[in-house]
C-alpha cells in the first residue's frame, strides 16, 4: 500500500508537469488570440455558462470514456495506462497518477476545447474544479468510506467511487468518468453493479 502510494505520487509530479506544460501551450494560444475563452458578462447569455458546462462534461466523459478503452489494448498498455493501474486498490493519490502520455492525452483534450467552443473562464475553472473533485471522489477507498455514502446521488447514471473501484479491482469494466451512459451502451457496465446499487451502497 505505502509502495503503491510512492509510485502514485510520483506520477502524479510527472502528470503535474504535463498539465502545466499544457496551461502554458493555453496561455499562449490565449495571448494570440487563437482561443475562444471569453471573460465579459452578457446578462442575455447566463444561460450558456450552464449549457457549456454541462457540453464539456459530456464531450470529456465521451473522450475520457474511448480513449481509455483504447490505452486498455495490449500494445497501447504499458506506455500509456499501466501507472494508474499500479495501485489495486486506488487511493486519493491515484486520481491524477497517469503515464505522461495519458496525461498529455488529457490535457490536449482540454487545449483542443477551448480552441473549438467559446467557453467563459468561469465554466472553465468549474470544469477544471469538477475534474479535479470528481477524480478524487471517484478514488476513494471504499473501505473508508461511511457505509451511508451516497453512491448513487442521481440514479444509475453518475459515477461515483463504488463505480470506478471496480475498474481498479476488474479493468475490463467501467471505463467512463463522469457519466456511466457510455459504459452502458457498450455493454462495459458491470452487471451485479446496479443489483449491487439496489442491495448495498457498497457493492464490493
Ligand atoms: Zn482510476
Ligand atoms: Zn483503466
Known amino acids: 500500500m505505502r509502495?503503491?502510494?510512492q509510485h502514485d505520487i510520483r506520477l502524479?509530479?510527472?502528470?503535474?508537469a504535463v498539465f502545466a506544460l499544457a496551461a502554458a501551450a493555453l496561455l499562449w494560444l490565449q495571448n494570440h488570440g487563437m482561443t475562444r475563452i471569453y471573460t465579459g458578462a452578457d446578462p442575455n447569455n447566463w444561460w450558456y455558462l450552464g449549457?457549456?458546462?454541462?457540453?464539456?462534461?459530456?464531450?470529456?466523459?465521451?473522450?475520457?470514456?474511448?480513449?481509455?478503452?483504447?490505452?486498455?489494448h495490449r500494445a497501447l498498455y504499458a506506455l500509456f495506462h499501466r501507472g494508474h493501474h499500479r495501485s489495486r486498490r486506488?487511493?486519493?493519490?491515484?486520481s491524477f497518477a497517469f503515464d505522461p502520455p495519458e496525461a498529455l492525452v488529457q490535457s490536449l483534450f482540454l487545449v483542443g476545447v477551448v480552441t473549438l467552443l467559446p467557453l467563459h473562464v468561469i465554466t472553465l475553472l468549474a470544469v477544471l474544479s469538477t475534474m479535479t473533485i470528481w477524480a478524487i471522489v471517484n478514488h476513494l477507498d471504499l473501505d473508508e468510506l461511511p457505509r451511508r455514502f451516497p453512491h448513487h446521488w442521481l440514479g444509475r447514471w453518475v459515477?461515483?467511487?463504488?463505480?470506478?473501484?471496480?475498474?481498479?479491482?476488474?479493468?475490463?469494466?467501467?471505463f467512463g468518468l463522469y457519466f456511466t451512459f457510455w459504459d452502458r451502451v457498450c455493454s462495459t457496465e458491470d452487471t451485479s453493479y446496479s443489483t449491487g446499487l439496489n442491495a448495498s451502497p457498497v457493492i464490493i
Do not use: K
Not at 12 to 16: G, H, I, P, Q, W
Open 3 to 5: 509502495d503503491g502510494i
Open 12 to 16: 502524479s509530479v510527472l502528470s503535474a
Open 51 to 72: 449549457v457549456s458546462y454541462l457540453a464539456v462534461l459530456i464531450l470529456q466523459d465521451t473522450a475520457f470514456y474511448f480513449t481509455h478503452r483504447l490505452f486498455h
Open 90 to 94: 486506488p487511493t486519493p493519490w491515484t
Open 159 to 174: 459515477i461515483g467511487p463504488a463505480h470506478h473501484a471496480l475498474h481498479h479491482h476488474r479493468p475490463s469494466v467501467h
